[in-house]
């Protein structure tokens, strides 16, 4: 069965950093027909997808909000992806989840087959 686990989020001051992990299990990395990425959802506001990175050639997507400031990364050793946030606003407080998608190399809206339970990042301004 596949799991996901989120972990690093926390409370930070407007201007700091936090970083993001999301700790997979159940299936391998030897396919690379996958994509793995963050989404988060902020009070009174649906869903976004903040970042994914491809399985398969290790290309990277940002929403634009995160362009400069987000980086995600993957180590297939351990398992884990990340999420670095620098430059933390008050308007990246959400709960932020971890997905997976087997039906394709890129993440998309409604495709992700596996989430995670979600981490909650407060920025404080």
């Known amino acids: 069965e596949v799991q996901l686990v989120e972990s690093g989020g926390g409370l930070v001051q407007a201007g700091g950093s936090l970083r993001l992990s999301c700790a997979a299990s159940?299936?391998?990395?030897?396919?690379?027909?996958?994509?793995i990425g963050w989404w988060r959802r902020a009070p009174g506001k649906a869903r976004e997808g903040v970042s994914c990175?491809?399985?398969?050639?290790?290309?990277?997507v940002y929403v634009d909000s995160a362009k400069g400031r987000f980086t995600i990364s993957s180590d297939n050793a351990k398992s884990t992806v990340y999420l670095q946030m620098n430059s933390l606003k008050p308007e990246d407080t959400a709960v932020y989840y971890c997905?997976?998608?087997?039906?394709?190399?890129?993440?998309?809206?409604?495709?992700?087959?596996?989430w995670g339970k979600g981490t909650l990042v407060t920025v404080s301004s």
């Open positions: 159940g299936f391998t990395y030897d396919n690379d027909n996958y994509a």
């Open positions: 990175i491809s399985g398969k050639d290790g290309s990277t």
């Open positions: 997905a997976v998608t087997f039906r394709a190399t890129m993440c998309y809206r409604d495709g992700m087959d596996y």
